[in-house]
């Protein structure tokens, strides 16, 4: 029994790597092939910061410091623990996945690469309030968030516990896209920003 859970355990494990990285490879391609399309709104400095040659560097740096920190963390969980926080972080993992995709896929071509620095939306850009946008402004942040915190519990490594604690600063990201959201669709935006909340889903009715 010990040996079949283990065995499990290894298939979770290859099961939400193959997951993160397709997911984060598609998410670049799709970040590259946007930034061909012609640019709209822009705020901070996007125009600098919001490039081809950035954005895969940006990439291969954060490939690389996930190699180096993925190393165990220094804790020590009974067996039945493991199993609990390795089911327990694929669940959350693949769920956040499916939420990042369904984002991404609801986005369609108005998907764009933002930063902390600066933001640029495509020049077609429309408001998008239908899919996951209807329940939260920003599903795909979240989603990230989400996928790190779960993929600690998957994973406990020092890449998961880094990544974990850096994604929170999407919050910041996300502010500087409603600013920028503001700027191009005004009271349109407003409105949408006074029925959806940014993070946690709303279960009552107005």
Not at 6 to 21: D, H, Q
Not at 74 to 101: D, E, K
Not at 149 to 173: D, K, N, Q
């Amino acid at each position: 029994m010990p040996q079949f859970f283990t065995s499990i355990e290894i298939i979770i494990n290859y099961l939400g790597a193959f997951a993160g990285l397709g997911t984060l490879a598609y998410s670049i391609y799709k970040a590259v092939i946007a930034q061909s399309q012609p640019s709209g709104q822009q705020t901070g400095a996007a125009r600098r910061i919001l490039r081809t040659s950035h954005l895969l560097i940006a990439s291969l740096l954060f490939f690389i410091l996930a190699y180096i920190l993925w190393r165990p963390l220094p804790i020590h969980l009974t067996r039945v623990l493991q199993l609990v926080a390795t089911f327990l972080g694929a669940v959350i993992f693949i769920a956040s996945v499916g939420l990042y995709l369904w984002g991404l896929s609801t986005l369609g071509q108005n998907f764009n690469v933002a930063s902390g620095f600066g933001v640029r939306l495509q020049q077609a850009h429309r408001l998008i309030t239908h899919g996951p946008y209807a329940i939260v402004r920003h599903p795909m942040y979240l989603a990230v968030i989400m996928a790190c915190w779960g993929g600690l519990l998957l994973y406990r490594t020092w890449t998961m516990l880094v990544f974990a604690l850096m994604m929170f600063g999407l919050a910041y990201r996300a502010r500087k896209e409603d600013e920028a959201l503001l700027l191009a669709f005004g009271p349109e935006w407003e409105s949408y920003r006074q029925r959806v909340p940014s993070w946690l889903p709303r279960f009552t009715r107005d």
